[in-house]
């Protein structure tokens, strides 16, 4: 019986494969909008971060704050925003209004 030798990069390469590894790069704080609610309806980020509102409803949302307005977002749309200075952030969404949040920076 013939032996067939695999080469060490491709072992090493289905090894790694598909194990949750995390990327260098840091996942922003999310959002998300489904059932008429922002989920989490309170996030608390640091200084000079960007929050990602996701669309995962199955209608046209908003995230309508005092200094930010994602203007409308489609379903499956998404919305990015930077808070540079600590402070608290209440947002609504216009076509919902009781659809409400709040970005904690500190």
């Keep these: 019986m013939k032996r067939r030798m695999v080469p060490l990069f491709v072992l090493l390469a289905l090894l ?3 194990k949750g590894e995390k990327s260098d790069k840091p996942e922003k704080p999310a ?12 996030i608390t980020i640091k ?8 669309n995962n409803d199955d209608r046209d ?7 930010f307005n994602s203007g409308t977002i ?10 540079p200075k600590a402070g608290t952030y209440p947002y609504s969404c216009k076509y ?11």
């Design 16 to 18: 790694g494969a598909d």
């Design 31 to 42: 959002v998300s909008i489904k059932n008429l609610e922002y989920s989490p309806n309170s």
């Design 47 to 54: 200084p000079g971060e960007t929050v990602v509102w996701t």
């Design 61 to 67: 949302h908003t995230v309508t704050g005092k200094d």
């Design 74 to 83: 489609s379903v499956g749309g998404t919305f990015q925003h930077a808070f």
């Design 96 to 106: 919902h209004p009781r659809m409400k949040g709040t970005v904690v920076v500190k």
